[in-house]
């Protein structure tokens, strides 16, 4: 999903024109923008970068893991079928 530039600039623009109006100072304005595209971006159903990194590290540490489990079990398999073969 892509979200409007010239949107969020006008609502930006209008949201520190209020600010202005009521005399807030730049670090609540700033604080205040900030907390108003947090709600936006948790509305969109959208995750920050360090979340969306962290899963996809995990993701891939994860997938490794998986690929050297499957190999190992592959080894043990073919050393008991050969095993099992002799035995018999």
Same mark, same amino acid.
């Given at each position: 999903? @892509?979200? *409007? !530039?010239?949107?969020?600039? $006008?609502?930006? $623009? !209008? ?5 202005? +109006?009521?005399?807030?100072? @730049?670090?609540?304005?700033? #604080? +205040?923008? !900030?907390?108003?595209? #947090?709600?936006?971006? %948790? #509305?969109?159903?959208?995750?920050? #970068? %360090?979340?969306? *990194? ?12 998986? %690929? @050297?489990?499957? +190999? ?10 050969? +095993? ?5």
């Amino acid at each position: 999903m @892509q979200i *409007d !530039n010239t949107l969020l600039d $006008q609502i930006t $623009q !209008n949201v520190l024109d209020v600010f202005n +109006k009521v005399g807030a100072t @730049q670090e609540e304005i700033t #604080r +205040k923008v !900030n907390d108003i595209f #947090r709600d936006a971006v %948790e #509305r969109f159903d959208l995750v920050m #970068r %360090e979340e969306f *990194d962290a899963a996809t590290e995990l993701l891939s540490t994860t997938r490794i893991r998986i %690929e @050297q489990l499957e +190999k190992r079990v592959a080894e043990l398999e073919a050393g008991g079928s050969t +095993k099992g073969n002799g035995g018999e």
